[in-house]
């Protein structure tokens, strides 16, 4: 039976039981066509002077850049940025200038969460595919060779992103490594952006954002050029950008609002649960805080608790409201928590429980998993090390965090020796005539005659 706080209560709502949460709490809508906000509902009508839903505006973006390249991708910018002419590339000086302007104690912070990302991702490749031929076949792993790096962040200005998006391309050893940003209203990059990206090895910054980035990327323009997959989160039209291009273009995944999983038991201390909850929600309104307890009393300490740290959180309008959208879920003990957490597949699980250590093996669906008190996500956000890029919307069934891997390709090898045929060819060649292949069976027994 569900119990849901009124609307006009507190902003987390409880439900118990495993049905009840999986009919609202668990619940996810498919990306879709999303229904728009009223502003951004006005200026697409001032852009194209119609009504068009989020799909068609992406649509029409990409064929205006593929057919106008630099000039399209400008006014497109500039028009939802509403930012100033300025150069699509960002020069040297700017970058010299950006670091100049940051304050000296944050880029020592910088400089620490870039060394332990690139740290961790050079033990991940270590540990990642390697290039053999044995028996006369084999693979060869190598790197792609341009990749595209979408500097997430307008309002919000998120260096941590572009270090945790680009850092793993860098250590894979991509040889091409093109970012395209928002600019601001005087038409410069944030100087943070700038820092973290030379920091993360990006090669080339263009002033490019949303769609029209990302369909620059993918076809190339005059100044811009195609790169062969891109990579890193972004707004509904960079998901429906991204989407639309595949196949032109690869692509990392596809991503949606952020989401934290907080597993707690009656002994968490409702504080951190609260904390690590609003964490997340402050993102944006559309991110999605559940807390999975085992207690309705605990499940109650939370809301309270939550409502206590709303009320003084500087993003606190927009953290309640994805709180209103998440929830907490009351389950019959812990067995039922951890079926309930696998089968929601969270972009993160926080694990507060009283022996974290003995659950973190029965996770199975999870971007990450967060294990006790003194591994907060917030740390994986910014210095624990692996990539904060991580699968939502449940594709943590199947997907997985960015890594270097991500930035990696496999070329199988055939390079038998000349005794091979005559072992291999007459079985190759039965099989081709039983599928009804003649072609392929005489380009073996040609070759079969000449032995």
Do not use: W
Not at 53 to 62: K, L, N, Q, S, T
Not at 87 to 108: G, H, K, Q
Not at 271 to 283: I, P, S
Request: contains cysteine; charged residues 20%.
């Amino acid at each position: 039976m569900a119990a849901t706080t009124p609307a006009s209560g507190p902003a987390l709502r409880i439900v118990e039981g495993a049905e009840a949460a999986r009919a609202s709490v668990l619940r996810r809508d498919p990306l879709g066509d999303p229904a728009l906000p009223p502003p951004v509902r006005a200026s697409i009508r001032e852009t194209f002077d119609e009504d068009l839903g989020a799909f068609e505006v992406v649509a029409r973006i990409i064929a205006r850049v593929r057919e106008d390249g630099d000039a399209a991708v400008r006014a497109f910018s500039q028009r939802f940025d509403g930012s100033a002419d300025a150069p699509l590339e960002v020069s040297p000086e700017e970058i010299e200038a950006a670091f100049a302007e940051t304050p000296e104690e944050l880029l020592d912070s910088l400089r620490f969460a870039a060394d332990r990302v690139r740290h961790y991702h050079e033990r991940q490749l270590a540990h990642g595919p390697r290039s053999f031929l044995e028996g006369g076949v084999g693979m060869t792993v190598q790197p792609i060779a341009r990749a595209g790096i979408y500097m997430t962040g307008s309002v919000a200005v998120l260096p941590s992103s572009v270090l945790h998006t680009a850092l793993p391309g860098l250590v894979a050893g991509v040889p091409e490594r093109i970012g395209v940003t928002a600019a601001r209203e005087d038409g410069s990059v944030h100087p943070l952006k700038l820092v973290a990206a030379e920091l993360a090895g990006v090669q080339r910054i263009f002033r490019a954002s949303g769609a029209q980035a990302i369909a620059a990327l993918a076809l190339g323009t005059g100044t811009i050029p195609r790169v062969d997959k891109i990579f890193g989160p972004g707004n509904v039209f960079v998901t429906l950008a991204k989407q639309q291009l595949f196949g032109e273009v690869g692509i990392d995944a596809i991503y949606g609002p952020t989401e934290t999983l907080v597993l707690a038991d009656e002994q968490a201390a409702p504080d951190l649960c609260a904390a690590d909850l609003l964490a997340q929600a402050e993102h944006d309104t559309l991110a999605r805080p559940v807390l999975i307890t085992t207690s309705r009393a605990h499940a109650e300490a939370v809301r309270a608790e939550v409502e206590r740290q709303l009320a003084d959180l500087e993003r606190g309008a927009i953290a309640r409201a994805a709180v209103e959208g998440g929830g907490a879920v009351v389950a019959d003990g812990l067995d039922e928590a951890v079926a309930l957490a696998n089968e929601f597949a969270p972009e993160h699980l926080c694990l507060l429980t009283s022996e974290p250590e003995r659950i973190a093996p029965l996770i199975t669906a999870a971007g990450g998993v967060f294990v006790g008190d003194h591994s907060p996500e917030v740390l994986g956000d910014y210095v624990a090390g692996p990539s904060h890029v991580m699968p939502t919307g449940g594709s943590a069934r199947y997907a997985s965090p960015l890594s270097v891997l991500d930035f990696l390709k496999v070329s199988s090898v055939i390079a038998l020796p000349e005794g091979a045929l005559a072992e291999l060819g007459p079985h190759a060649a039965r099989l081709a005539r039983a599928e009804g292949l003649t072609g392929h069976a005489r380009s073996i027994e040609r070759r079969l005659e000449g032995l």
